[in-house]
């Protein structure tokens, strides 16, 4: 099973700035990531996948990056409705596995 | 626009069977990959596994001994058997669509479900 590792557990960052997340496999998934957003009460929406491309209906200031082991989202110009849980997932080897998490929360 | 619905039952029994049922509107079921995914109260994600449209499965290895799904294309929808429950089952179940081919990200979800597993 391919672990996928998020850090930090916890980002702090004021609105207006930007926020880099990080997720880590613990084997290569290739370009097989997807990046989701969870607020709290909602089910997870979906914002990243095949590593970099947004899904539809997600705003340009969302960007996903990497490939093979290390992958990166990177939230531009933090607006209040992106404070919340964001997941990885790699979908490139049985089974499907997401990461622990990382909370943003505002500053 | 695609919708997916969770149904069931929102209080279990220990040992007893979970049985959720995913109603999907606004597209076919007869393609695609669809999923069960949980989240433990408090926790992250976990899958729990995938029907194909043509009735074809794959199971996560912690749920494999346990779960069963199944598709009903008649009626646009698909299920989730899940056996011999403990607390630990305890959680929001949400089913969703996956992608086409190895493309298995999740991009539709339905709201989820609470399921409490307890005497």
């Known amino acids: 099973e391919i672990v996928m590792t998020q850090s930090p557990a916890t980002l702090s960052v004021s609105p207006g700035e930007r926020a880099t997340l990080s997720c880590r496999a613990s084997?290569?998934?290739?370009?097989?990531l997807a990046w989701y957003q969870q607020k709290p009460g909602q089910a997870p929406r979906l914002l990243i996948y095949?590593?970099?491309t947004r899904a539809t209906g997600i705003p340009a200031r969302f960007s996903g990056s990497g490939s093979g082991t290390e992958f990166t989202l990177t939230i531009s110009s933090l607006q209040s409705e992106n404070f919340a849980v964001y997941y990885c997932q790699q979908y490139n080897t049985w089974p499907i596995t997401f990461g622990q998490g990382t909370r943003l929360e505002i500053k | 626009q695609v919708q997916l619905q969770e149904s069931g039952p929102g209080l279990v029994k220990p040992s007893e069977t979970l049985s959720l049922t995913c109603t999907v509107s606004g597209g076919s079921i007869s393609r695609y990959f669809w999923s069960w995914i949980r989240q433990p109260p408090g926790k992250g994600l976990e899958w729990i596994g995938y029907i194909y449209f043509t009735g074809s499965t794959n199971y996560d290895p912690s749920f494999k001994s346990r779960v069963t799904m199944s598709l009903d294309t008649s009626k646009n929808r698909f299920s989730l058997k899940l056996n011999s429950l403990t607390a630990a089952d305890t959680a929001v179940y949400y089913c969703?669509?996956?992608?086409?081919?190895?493309?298995?990200?999740?991009?539709?979800w339905g709201q989820g479900t609470l399921v409490t597993v307890s005497s």
């Open positions: 095949g590593a970099s």
């Open positions: 084997q290569s998934v290739s370009s097989n």
């Open positions: 969703a669509r996956g992608g086409l081919g190895t493309q298995k990200y999740f991009d539709y």
